[in-house]
């Protein structure tokens, strides 16, 4: 687990109402989001409502783009690595259940890899040669619909 030193005090020379974005309530947020949580039940169970974290989404995203580092983008890279840790966790968990029984391995194929796998593999093929085939046409369309409308002499 890497561990990352962070600022976490107020950006100075703003004006207005102060961030909810504090230890403990942010690292509670983490844990919840680590054991599974859906992101709307994490903030909620700490007094954090939904808006206000996709808010902090939203500004870490602008910041990123900014290339501005700040208290926003790195909850937004915990989240992320709360997210993975959980998923990690999880398929740790069926990975010994499987030992155990074939049932675990069979259902962890089936949704990893539905194509070769899942009992609707057939169908799951034939969609996709389906979408394949439509976005040919549609790239021929395209193709056609550009050079048709050209002017003349051009």
């Known amino acids: 687990m890497v561990c990352i030193l962070v600022d976490m005090a107020e950006p100075k020379g703003k004006a207005g109402r102060p961030t909810m974005l504090r230890d403990p309530e942010r690292q509670a947020i983490l844990d919840a989001i680590k054991i599974g949580c859906p992101y709307s039940d994490a903030t909620e169970s700490v007094g954090v409502s939904y808006e206000t974290f996709k808010g902090w989404m939203r500004q870490a995203r602008k910041d990123k ?3 501005k580092h700040s ?8 989240v992320k690595q709360a997210g993975a840790e959980f998923v990690k ?3 740790k968990r069926l990975e010994e259940q499987a030992a155990k029984t074939w049932q675990t391995q069979c259902w962890l194929l089936e949704r990893r890899r539905p194509e070769e796998f899942a009992e609707n593999r057939q169908e799951i093929r034939r969609l996709a ?8 046409m549609i790239t021929k369309l395209a193709t056609v619909n550009k050079e048709t409308s050209k002017p003349e002499g051009g």
């Open 89 to 91: 966790n999880g398929l």
């Open 71 to 78: 208290i926003f983008t790195q909850f937004a890279l915990e």
């Open 129 to 136: 040669k389906q979408l394949a085939d439509m976005e040919a």
């Open 65 to 67: 783009a900014a290339r």
